[in-house]
């Protein structure tokens, strides 16, 4: 299927019509963290000591759970470049021999 000038304006418009709710979003957001006296620094740094003990643990599991899928993520990765590192590249003749 062909990329159409057509095509790239429908996305030009769906683009703008998602910048336009994004910045509505980001108003209605910085709107609520006023009213509710929150600073953007507050949002980035969460003291577990502070928080109910339920809504500690569940962050603490979540904490877990991430640190596990990024673990799993990163020794699929390891394995992969392992795996494509060591094998003979596609095409590749023996040493010395002349490809025709």
């Known amino acids: 299927m062909a990329f159409t ?19 509505r979003l980001d108003a209605q957001l910085d709107a609520q963290m006023k009213a509710a006296g929150v600073s953007g ?3 980035a740094a969460v003291d577990t000591a502070t928080l109910p ?7 603490t599991q979540a904490q877990e ?4 899928e990024g673990e799993a993520r990163a020794s699929r990765c390891a394995t992969a470049s392992t795996a ?13 021999a002349v490809r025709l």
Do not use: H, M, Y
């Open 5 to 23: 000038e057509q095509d790239f304006e429908a996305q030009q418009a769906q683009l703008r019509q998602l910048e336009d709710e994004l910045s």
């Open 41 to 43: 620094a507050d949002l």
């Open 53 to 59: 003990p339920e809504v500690a643990k569940a962050f």
């Open 65 to 68: 759970n991430a640190k596990r």
């Open 84 to 96: 494509t590192a060591s094998a003979k590249i596609p095409g590749a003749g023996r040493r010395g």
